[in-house]
């Protein structure tokens, strides 16, 4: 059985208050549920992240971050190292968001060696994967989904990919408000179970959680959820109020 797992990113959003009323929110809305029924995450910006985990320290709610640099330390200026994040209680971090991807310009292998940094650095990376509308227009889909996953997961073992998840976040659903169907997430989920029986073997990719993400909310989590192969959701923007977010993760248990 996989457990479900709902994460929250929050992008650039929040300040140093609402960080934690938000997380405190999440925290005592979830009680019962986070961290027994479901895995949950919340994924704020850097600068909030041990802020975040105070708030949620000893309750079932784990943290995340949004990204991480793929050397444990020296003269990279700006960047931050899986050591340091694990320092401070975080115990998840996104690779290969679409938005580093495709915004800031991040290379399928620079996505795979953070990848490989992070589960060196002790850290359970949500690897995210997923085509542009213009790819999925052109029936590029799987394509573009073989592509990111063998180059995301490229040189990990059985054991190092059993902690890694995998987020499928269609771009043209991400922030749009246009939300893949059940029926589309549950059939990109479904070969991407079957490229992980391929790439590693049956028993892993049973056992893998692959979330999804895309305009995910309190009104569509359950109709996804109930697809087979949808073990979770990673949340952007309905993961910023707590209502919302906390229906979500009711649903998902
Ligand atoms: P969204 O973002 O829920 O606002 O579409 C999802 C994500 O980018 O992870």
Redesign the pocket.
């Known amino acids: 059985m996989r457990k479900p797992f709902v994460a929250g990113?929050w992008?650039m959003n929040t300040d140093s208050r609402s960080s934690v009323e938000l997380a405190q929110g999440v925290a005592r809305g979830a009680s019962g549920l986070a961290g027994d029924r479901v895995s949950v995450a919340l994924i704020p910006p850097f600068v909030y992240v041990q802020s975040v985990v105070r708030a949620v320290s000893s309750t079932g709610v784990a943290v995340g971050a949004q990204d991480v640099y793929i050397e444990s330390k020296g003269a990279f200026t700006g960047e931050i190292s899986p050591a340091m994040l694990k320092d401070i209680g975080c115990n998840y971090v996104l690779c290969g968001?679409?938005?580093r991807r495709h915004v800031i310009g991040e290379s399928d292998e620079l996505v795979g060696k953070k990848v490989m940094a992070s589960l060196g650095g002790g850290l359970l990376p949500i690897l995210?994967i997923g085509e542009l509308l213009e790819e999925r227009d052109a029936g590029q889909t799987e394509a573009v989904v073989t592509r990111h996953l063998e180059t995301g997961l490229a040189g990990l073992s059985v054991d190092k990919m059993s902690a890694v998840t995998i987020?499928y976040?269609p771009v043209w659903?991400?922030?749009?408000g246009r939300t893949a169907t059940p029926q589309q997430a549950q059939e990109v989920h479904e070969f991407i179970r079957g490229l992980l029986a391929d790439m590693f073997d049956k028993k892993l990719a049973d056992e893998a959680r692959i979330l999804y993400?895309?305009?995910?909310?309190a009104g569509n989590a359950k109709d996804l959820m109930a697809q087979k192969d949808v073990d979770g959701l990673?949340?952007?923007?309905?993961?910023l109020k707590v209502d919302d977010f906390v229906k979500i993760i009711q649903a998902a248990a």
Do not use: W
């Not at 659903?173 to 749009?176: E, F, K, M, V």
């Not at 990673?234 to 993961?239: I, R, T, Y």
């Open positions: 990113n992008k968001h679409s938005e995210c987020a976040e659903a991400i922030g749009t993400g895309g305009s995910a909310n990673l949340v952007g923007g309905a993961s």
